[in-house]
């Protein structure tokens, strides 16, 4: 017995699964609906005679396709026409990640009411089988850490940057390349990244995150100087998506930080995805791949279609509600501009010292002007917000020419035990 | 309902399987009984007082068990438990890579027959999510080729030695530290990443091969020198699995390669595993993390009882029976020792250019006597029997003081479209 699957929404990656589906033929997986509006401007000569094209979501519903591929996007109407399909019973495989991170523990419920499954491999890191890995694969270990590059728009900027590359330049390129929209806030700023990270965090770490609740910061104020400072530190920078459990408490953040130049999320290039998963008894385990693109985030739709034309049902993992610190306890990096004249370090020092926090290392580098004189401060571990508070203090100083950076340092660590 | 499960072996990987349930307590897998030869020395105050320990398989056999683990190793008697076991309707999960390379094709089909499901993710790359990231999650690939480090006692041994140590120190540390046996030459002469390498495939290129078909070759040749001058051509050396469909044909091979410094292959040090797959429509996808060890096997292990207490079974892709060639068209790295004397380059280039072979480099480091003097000749694609058969026309020569070493060029590809 087959599984008859209707695939809604016929763009990038809805017509590579079509494609896979009728290159591959897998076993027990035909397709039968595919849905669009207008549809008619949609029809490709390839797809076999047999599949019903239409513009209705009812006409799929009522149909005998038992399985949908959501590829719609959003949350309006993706989620409804989800939620309908799982309430009758049909299962559901979709790549919406900001679906799944929202409402994915309710839809997850609603599956099992109903003896249906709600499949999403392809909501993170569209071709690298990260989730089938952590259900099938990692389910037996205790997960307490995630550290992740999973915007690839992020990453070409960065390593773009990181060779020297000027940001306005780089996201110019990204988005005549398609990497990037228009208002490319969604990627920079840190809200694809973050969806990404609950949908992670809710399999891996098994604790359930309301999105708004994690920080996110954008990789728009790193500039091509912090790259030549992050590497007299033998760093470079990524957009970095980490969670964490320690103790009782659930860590979770998103932005730009600095990645030391031996940790296998400083090799990614290019748009290239990146998951590293820490497990109390199996140690690091490190994903990589292509994240995105309409095939690779294809074959991670047609695995879960197969995976479901074979019996396999989800893999329920407990998971309860968390809340979520920003609080990380990490060194910092801190790039100050300043109009320079005598006595700003010693400022620096006493703000900093009012908060307890400790000067690890000042780096200045010579060709700047005395108007707008780049350097850097490193400091060992605190939160981010006493540094915060720190920085506050000298916020209205007349010496600053623009606002410091702080920039979390991740730390290799040994594998917990 | 509870999956009831019987541990057949309690040594380092058993009981860190039993360690783990009995620290996680996963839902629906209760372990049930633990076997061993000489069983009451291996009684463990921390196992629930509910398990039956035996000496007994026939009393495993007609318990209520209804899942084995079996971590005994080796054919026989191993083999033919796992085969009574899926006879008797019970399923198994197994880390036997002998078994599953020479025998897993015969024990699906008999797992198949009784309504059973037969799992073995902890047999390649113990910790690492492979065998299930590629069933559930790169199904819906065509996967063409496959790139793994899976021999953790190769990778200490070749990293150590890249950092400048000499093997048979090297080896030493190694059989202290207890990754290496007394015999090591499971491990440095290929068969264990070989049996590894045939059960990947199957899995990924849906091809089964004779696991003595595939060529192996030893590390224990490679020498100090041939890192040196690996490093003038960007590389270092690694012991390669490696499998690829080209047009109809298969290649694979198991051995020391030379791999570029920028491939992910090069990155992994110590004890690591890492396996690289492309496909056709998702592009490479890289796993690695600690491939042995008692925890990490274990996570393997745990993970499929889970997938089994979930209900999944297995994902049984079509394989079909493939001939295997070594016949790879790739650079290679020549490795001579001479006695040093005027014209051996012409007679090497010359029997080279018999069999059609261009010679692409030639170095020659400073510093060593006449008597013994190492050199190397890089060759443009060719395959590695024309190339033995080039080597084979001036091995008597009295200016060679030892036989030439020659090694294959992993070169960085193009991900086939």
């Known amino acids: 017995m087959s599984i008859k699957v209707a695939i809604l929404g016929f763009g990038t990656v809805g017509s590579s ?3 896979i589906l009728c290159d591959l033929k897998p076993q027990g997986v035909e397709l039968t609906h595919i849905f669009n509006r207008s549809v008619a401007r949609k029809r490709a ?25 959501e590829l719609v996007g959003g949350l309006d109407p993706a989620g409804e026409w989800v939620r309908r399909a799982l309430e009758a019973g049909k299962s559901a495989v979709t790549g919406n990640k900001k679906l799944i991170a929202q ?3 309710e839809l997850d419920r609603i599956a099992r009411a109903h003896g ?3 499949f999403y491999g392809a909501a993170v890191a569209g071709g690298i089988p990260v989730i089938p890995g952590l259900q099938h694969g990692l389910a037996g270990d205790q997960v307490t850490r995630l550290e992740g590059i999973l915007n690839g728009t992020c990453n070409y900027i960065l390593s773009r940057m990181e060779e020297g590359a000027q940001f306005a330049d780089v996201l110019k390129d990204a988005q005549s390349l398609g990497y990037a929209e228009a208002n490319p806030s969604e990627d920079v700023d840190g809200y694809d990244a973050r969806a990404k990270l609950v949908i992670l965090s809710r399999i891996a770490l098994r604790a359930d995150l309301a ?17 030549e400072y992050a590497g007299e530190l033998s760093c470079t920078i990524r957009q970095i998506s980490r969670a964490e459990t320690r103790g009782g408490a659930l860590l979770a953040t998103v932005g730009p930080m600095l990645v030391p130049k031996n940790s296998p999320l400083a090799w990614s290039r290019g748009t290239e995805n990146m998951v590293l998963v820490g497990g109390k ?5 490190v994903f990589s791949g292509h994240g995105a693109g309409g095939h690779p985030t294809a074959v991670a739709v047609v695995s879960d279609l197969i995976t ?3 019996g396999s049902g989800n893999i329920d993992l407990p998971s309860r ?5 920003g609080e990380f306890l990490l060194r910092h990096y801190i790039r100050f501009v300043v109009k320079d004249r005598p006595g700003i370090v010693g400022e620096i020092a006493g703000a900093l010292a009012g908060e307890q926090i400790n000067i690890h290392a000042l780096f200045q580098r010579p060709g700047f002007g005395k108007d707008s004189l780049p350097f850097v401060v490193t400091v060992e571990p605190c939160t981010n917000s006493a540094l915060k508070r720190a920085l506050a203090k000298i916020s209205s100083a007349e010496w600053l020419a623009e606002p410091p950076l702080d920039l979390q340092i991740l730390e290799p660590e040994e594998p917990l035990k």
């Open 17 to 19: 699964v079509a494609r």
């Open 45 to 69: 000569e390839w797809v076999p005679s047999t599949v019903t094209w239409t513009e209705s979501f009812d006409e799929v519903l009522a149909s005998d396709a038992n399985v949908i591929v």
């Open 103 to 105: 409402h994915g523990v």
């Open 116 to 118: 249906a499954s709600l």
């Open 211 to 227: 999105v708004e609740d994690i920080p996110v910061r954008t990789i728009t104020s790193i500039a091509a100087i912090d790259f």
């Open 281 to 285: 008894y199996g140690g690091d385990v």
């Open 308 to 310: 479901l034309a074979h």
């Open 321 to 325: 509600k968390a809340e979520v610190s």
